[in-house]
């Protein structure tokens, strides 16, 4: 089984400063990969960045970046710069690889507010 | 190019009512998932398809609740004798593949039907 946690049901952060959105996880998969979506009042889950469990560096992809910490079970994201179009909410989300039950569906935490202040 | 698509986007219905939510994937995509967003949620998977059969419908919350890909494209999700409990955004996903390591095979969401039951 997985489980998703993120504990920052909102978060404000002011245009261009940068804001960390926690995330924590479980499960009993040895090889996953863990996701960030976004997804704006329009309801479109939006894919922002990945991080593999086996990955030696964290990930990065453009202002996104991921601070995984794999002995505390953390992936937590980073946006740097923060836009106003930057608020949205936000899912972390996991999935197992290599066989199992748990190889293609994500498990989703229930999503953190951004609102970014002009 | 065309994203996943998903008719109706919004669907109002009354209590004990049939109701049909079509998913269109993106083109040459074999893997469709379907999965369940409440209120206040992060999505929740529902059904997953390889080509035309459900591989895995072990979210459908019960046998109210039925999907099918006749022809291993576009699917349709259905839902017998709706109930108020059955209000929820329907988020389909699609991907080249379900089983692989790499972000590369990223599940990507259309922009979900909003179900309403009266």
């Known amino acids: 089984a997985q489980k998703i946690t993120q504990t920052q049901p909102g978060m404000f952060v002011q245009e261009k400063e940068a804001v960390t959105l926690d995330c924590t996880y479980d499960?009993?998969?040895?090889?996953?990969?863990l996701f960030w979506y976004k997804q704006p009042s329009s309801g479109e889950m939006i894919f922002l960045i990945y991080?593999?469990?086996?990955d030696e560096q964290n990930a990065t992809e453009g202002r996104y970046s991921l601070n995984f910490q794999k002995a505390r079970k953390s992936a937590n994201l980073v946006i740097s710069a923060s836009q106003l179009g930057d608020s949205a909410m936000y899912f972390c989300a996991m999935r197992g690889f290599w066989g199992g039950g748990s190889n293609y569906k994500l498990t989703f935490g229930k999503g953190t507010l951004l609102t970014v202040n002009p | 190019g065309a994203g996943v698509s998903q008719t109706p986007s919004n669907k109002v219905t009354e209590k004990g009512k049939y109701v049909e939510l079509r998913c269109d994937p993106i083109s040459g995509h074999t893997a469709l998932y379907w999965y369940r967003q409440s209120l206040g949620q992060g999505p929740e998977f529902l059904i997953y398809?390889?080509?035309?059969?459900?591989?895995?419908d072990s979210g459908l919350p019960n046998d109210r609740f039925f999907a099918v890909r006749p022809e291993g494209s576009v699917s349709t999700l259905k839902i017998q004798r709706t109930e108020r409990g059955d209000s929820a955004v329907y988020l389909c996903?699609?991907?080249?593949?379900?089983?692989?390591?790499?972000?590369?095979?990223?599940?990507?969401f259309g922009p979900g039907t909003r179900l309403t039951v009266l």
């Open positions: 996903a699609s991907s080249q593949k379900a089983i692989s390591g790499g972000a590369y095979n990223e599940q990507f």
């Open positions: 991080q593999g469990s086996y």
């Open positions: 398809f390889q080509g035309t059969g459900a591989a895995d």
């Open positions: 499960t009993s998969d040895q090889s996953y990969g």
